[in-house]
């Protein structure tokens, strides 16, 4: 694993402190990871979100829509069942 040292005014610092002691994180480092891992998550989802929004429209979600997929659904399930 790499080391990276961030500098952070006393109040930030201060905020950090709290939010290791109070949400359980056993150091800094850990709450950093998680908040960076939250950011990479989220800019992924954007991503996906942007590219659904620029794509073709799709057939519209009907009540057809949903009774072919409970039928794939149910399909698999068996599938998986008998093996």
Known sequence: ???MN???PDALK?????????????????YVRELIRRDRDRQQLRSLLMA???SAPAAPADAGYFE????????AGKAASRA
């Open 68 to 75: 072919g997929l409970r039928d794939r659904v149910r399909q």
């Open 6 to 8: 961030i500098s952070l």
């Open 14 to 30: 201060s905020f950090v402190d709290e939010q290791v002691s109070q949400r359980g994180y056993g150091t800094s480092s850990e």
């Open 1 to 3: 694993m790499s080391t």
């Open 52 to 54: 659904g929004a620029a």
